[in-house]
């Protein structure tokens, strides 16, 4: 049955008013033995102090409509009807606002702007609301709720939570969320009301964890408004350790993402760093290969999500073979058809490549057309590791740097173990040395154009996680990536990988302070006087060729 208090005072609304002015007088912590029919009358009393009391009070009730009712309050949707004085919940649809009754939950019809009265809230009253939100949740069978409780917990620093913190605690199960739950406390403590000794003790346990909002708190803590000094000082001498611990955390976040850049310019780079090193070619159209790569896992992804729904997380398998067997036949095509024609010519070869990425760039537009294409992520490479330092190295992105050291350690194994990789390095060394021991400088030529064509259609693969697959994915790796092959050295693989992996960390290392494009410039400018001292790079082949 709707509640009359409004309007028409009843007996349950006296009682009420009589708790919350007891409560507000002698500071007790609201009554257990209140009902949520008793309760919900605060909420909508004149004084914001007032109705801070009554959220407390409609809290301690336990029922199970105080959340929704105190969310509702927090989000504004918390109103009184004018006509009758109930207390409803608006959802505002059209003109009119959807109401439900806050008592019971039921429908109760509609009602226009002019016939409700919002329950205000200001921003001490939201914090006491979100203290109350959070106190509700901390021993829901949720762990996720019981994770946004501790945060909000935390940020609100109310005592009377504290109960219910302990309570949490000492069921709590999970080490991470118990974790929580003991910082929560330790905020809740830091609180003025609290003995010396207890808040010292709980400073010394916020400064066990490098976290940035317990940083922000021990900084509040160490401000000349802390009126103990000896609060104050064991606060800054946390606050110095707590940063300390984010600046090693932070570093260490900064390496991992340069790292990242680094395997992926690896990636992009490493297929180049072969025909270069070994042919001389500068392939403009290098870019457009990595994009047939992605373009390849987008449509085995397509064939599985038809034919095959059920190993969608299995596509990746499949589209690394698919891309390098695709990348690789275009390039032995491309070889054979224009490259073959213009070895010593690298202007005309550099022309010719430039005007094969505008056809392929044409191509891919006109059977996949011009809009991004989506390349899903297999559910094992979805999510991320997070350690409580607030650290997070994604799954896909820590994938793409052991894939990146496989692909080089198998190129390796090519280059030393195999017969192609044999010919390949004497051709590097002495073509004509290697013509006249009978070696076929042509087919090599092909072979090896091929083999890096088709580990740049590889790369698609990966660059299709982390990026977008359209027909200008390759050309924001080309530049990067010929920076690469010039800065550790042409034809060396060893070089490729420090180089790639050096300007991902130096380029991580600049942006913060110079911005990513102004980070990309002083990069190439780096590297330009770097090779104007050591022409060949980081690490120069070794040969006759090299040396001649």
């Given amino acids: 049955m709707p509640t009359r208090g409004f309007a028409l005072p009843s007996l349950a609304a006296v009682f009420s008013c009589i708790a919350i002015v007891a409560i507000v007088a002698g500071g007790a912590p609201a009554s257990h033995a ?37 969310e509702a309050m927090a989000k504004g949707q918390l109103f009184v009807r004018k006509a009758d004085g109930v207390l409803v919940i608006g959802h505002k649809t059209g003109k009119v606002y959807s109401l439900t009754n806050a008592l ?52 609100a620093r109310d005592a009377g939570a504290l109960e219910t913190v302990e309570q949490a605690i000492a069921r ?23 003995p010396l000794d207890v808040r010292l003790a709980a400073v010394e346990r916020l400064s066990e964890s490098a976290l940035p909002e317990v940083r922000s708190l021990l900084a509040s803590l160490s401000q000349e408004s ?30 991992f993402q340069g790292l990242s850049l680094g395997s992926v310019l690896l990636l992009a780079a490493v297929g180049l760093a072969i025909t270069f090193g070994v042919m001389g070619v500068i392939n ?9 790569g992605a373009y390849t896992t987008y449509v085995v992804q397509q064939l599985f999500r038809d034919f095959a729904p059920g190993g969608l997380d299995y596509s990746l398998a499949v589209a690394v ?19 073959r024609w213009l070895y010593g010519r690298p202007f005309e070869t550099l022309l010719a490549t430039w005007g094969l990425s505008l056809i392929l760039q044409q191509l891919v537009r006109t059977v996949f057309g011009p809009t991004n294409r989506e390349v899903s992520s297999p559910s094992w490479l979805s999510g991320a590791f997070e350690t409580a330092t607030g ?20 190129i390796a194994l ?62 924001a790796y080309i530049v990067d990536s010929f920076m690469v092959v010039v800065f550790g050295g042409v034809g060396n693989l060893w070089g490729t990988l420090v180089g790639a992996m050096s300007l991902g960390v130096i380029n991580k290392f600049l942006e913060p302070f110079a911005g990513a494009v102004l980070a990309k410039i002083l990069v190439l400018v780096a590297i330009i006087l770097f090779i104007q001292k050591r022409p060949r790079g980081l690490f120069a082949l070794k040969g006759r060729a090299a040396e001649s």
């Fill in 391 to 410: 650290l997070v190295l994604p799954y896909n992105r820590v994938a793409i740097i052991i894939f990146s050291l496989l692909v080089v350690a198998g």
């Fill in 321 to 339: 073979p698919a891309a390098f067997l695709v990348a690789g036949a275009a390039g032995v095509a491309i070889e054979r058809s224009v490259i």
């Fill in 414 to 475: 090519v280059l030393r173990r195999t017969a192609l990789g044999l010919y390949m390095r004497a051709v590097t060394q002495n073509r004509s040395m290697a013509s006249s021991m009978g070696i076929r400088t042509g087919w090599v030529d092909a072979a090896t154009f091929g083999l890096g064509a088709g580990i740049a259609g590889v790369a698609g693969v990966a660059l299709s996680q982390i990026d977008n697959v359209s027909p200008n994915l390759g050309q």
């Fill in 284 to 292: 403009m159209a290098h870019g457009e290969l990595v994009m047939l």
């Fill in 34 to 70: 209140a009902t949520l029919d008793e309760a919900i009358q605060g909420l909508s009393a004149k004084s914001y102090k007032d109705r801070a009391v009554g959220v407390e009070v409609l809290a301690a009730t336990g029922h199970p409509r105080t959340i929704p009712i105190l």
């Fill in 104 to 155: 019971d939950g039921s429908a109760v019809g509609d009602a226009r702007k002019k016939e409700l009265k919002k329950v205000k809230v200001n921003n001490r009253l939201r914090g006491v609301i979100k203290a109350a939100l959070g106190g509700l949740t901390l021993l829901s069978d949720d762990p996720d709720q019981r994770e946004e409780a501790a945060a909000a917990v935390f940020a």
């Fill in 172 to 194: 709590e199960e999970d080490p991470g969320l118990l974790d929580q739950l003991t910082l929560a406390k330790a905020a809740i403590e830091t609180n003025p009301d609290f």
């Fill in 226 to 255: 802390e009126p103990d000094a000896e609060v104050r000082a064991s606060a800054a001498e946390a606050l110095d350790a707590v940063e300390r611990d984010l600046a090693f955390w932070n570093l260490l976040g900064a390496i």
